[in-house]
């Protein structure tokens, strides 16, 4: 148990749905990270929020939208995904986005999507 | 380009043996920091070790070890013992400033383990 809790841990949904994917932190860091890990693809980073404002986008598609309401949560609302965007999506958070050490990421467990 | 190279797609080791994971990384940031993390079956990425660009030591934490070399930029993760529940993906990660002092975390590949008894 790292502190990091992702919800729901699968998630299997048709192209014109909507739904969000839910990461809660008690940790009391200042940073949360999503990550999506394709089959045989480099953990890609997705986004990172920083005291509740975004501070990198990876130029995701629009398809994909967060959200940070506050420093314990972080969602990712998705619509009219694409069979492609079937992954694995974690959730990480670090105390800061420092460099010294104890600035690691601890992830959650991650939810399995699959766009049908 | 990539940052992190891990060349190793898979490797095997006998329990109780000793096993390198490789890592190569590419910066021109005279700061930065190396991690490595193991991911379980489960999914859930979990750190093992952390080794500062400016630390003067190779980082130990238990069985787990940094092969720093600064000048071939390589970290590789030397895992002694190895034991049953090693198995697992095993990233390495480089954090490098990206903006106005913020350091985000990018992931090699990583590498496939297996233990066997």
């Known amino acids: 148990e790292t502190g990091v809790t992702q919800t729901p841990r699968h998630l299997v949904m048709g192209m014109t749905n909507k739904k969000s994917l839910k990461c809660e932190q008690h940790l009391g860091h200042n940073a949360m990270y999503w990550y999506k890990q394709s089959a045989k693809k480099p953990l890609e980073l997705m986004f990172v929020?920083?005291?509740?404002?975004?501070?990198e986008n990876n130029s995701v598609p629009s398809r994909f939208s967060p959200e940070c309401p506050n420093s314990s949560h972080l969602f990712l609302h998705l619509h009219t995904l694409q069979p492609e965007d079937s992954a694995l999506y974690l959730c990480?958070?670090?105390?800061?986005?420092?460099?010294?050490?104890?600035?690691?990421?601890?992830f959650g467990q991650g939810t399995r999507l699959t766009v049908v | 380009a990539q940052k992190i190279t891990q060349t190793q797609p898979g490797m095997f080791v006998q329990e109780k043996e000793a096993v390198t994971l490789d890592c190569t990384y590419d910066?021109?940031?005279?700061?930065?920091?190396l991690f490595w993390y193991k991911q379980p079956s489960s999914g859930e990425m979990i750190f093992l070790i952390y080794q500062g660009s400016y630390d003067q030591q190779n980082a130990t934490e238990g069985r787990y070890s940094l092969n720093f070399q600064k000048a071939r930029k390589s970290a590789n993760l030397v895992i002694s013992a190895s034991q049953l529940g090693d198995s697992a993906m095993y990233f390495c990660a480089m954090r490098e400033e990206v903006s106005g002092g913020s350091y985000i975390p990018t992931f090699g590949r990583g590498t496939s383990l297996i233990v066997h008894p």
């Open positions: 990480a958070s670090s105390q800061d986005l420092g460099l010294l050490r104890g600035t690691e990421a601890f």
């Open positions: 929020y920083s005291l509740e404002e975004r501070v």
């Open positions: 910066t021109s940031d005279p700061s930065y920091g």
